[in-house]
């Protein structure tokens, strides 16, 4: 395997539409990291993608420190570090502690409270066996409204997108 990304970066837009798919990007991204030069070779996924994670990160109710864990938990589980290094500061940011940035790449959570453990369970139950028991999504039932619950498991849906969007195209 090669250590390449297997898809380059899109040239620059030259139409009035990726123009502004390209501006969008920047205003809520700040500029156009690796993955997003890689999305823009199709400007609907680009576009769509840039809309949901967005939604993802600065719109719902997900606390910021469980958010990160939970995108830091996911790019361990699916190996993709660009991920993985992407999100870090991001985590600082929110409040996760080194002992916690180190804690989410092992099996041990004893580092973590109550409730980050159960959202690490939750994530990894959702990443490696797709299927959540009943008796899991009871407690996450009991910790979440409807509205936590659905943004909750989105958070971990796409970011298993993310991860293994850059994982199959090799971005490191």
């Known amino acids: 395997m090669t250590n390449r990304p297997r898809i380059t970066a899109a040239p620059p837009a030259v139409t009035e539409a990726g123009r502004a798919v390209e501006a969008q990007i920047r205003r809520s991204r700040g500029e156009i990291s690796a993955l997003y030069g890689i999305l823009l070779n199709s400007l609907p996924v680009a576009e769509g993608w840039e809309a949901l994670l967005t939604a993802i990160r600065q719109k719902t109710t997900v606390p910021p420190h469980l958010r990160e864990l939970i995108i830091l938990r996911i790019a361990i589980l699916n190996r993709a570090p660009y991920e993985f290094e992407v999100h870090v500061p991001h985590a600082r940011k929110a ?78």
């Open 95 to 172: 409040g996760v502690s080194d002992a916690k940035l180190e804690a989410v790449k092992t099996s041990d959570l004893s580092a973590f409270d109550d409730l980050e453990r159960l959202v690490l369970e939750y994530t990894d139950t959702m990443t490696r066996d797709i299927q959540v028991p009943d008796a899991l999504f009871d407690r996450i039932k009991a910790a979440f409204d409807a509205t936590g619950r659905v943004e909750l498991t989105a958070t971990v849906a796409a970011y298993n997108m993310v991860s293994r969007f850059l994982a199959a195209l090799n971005v490191h």
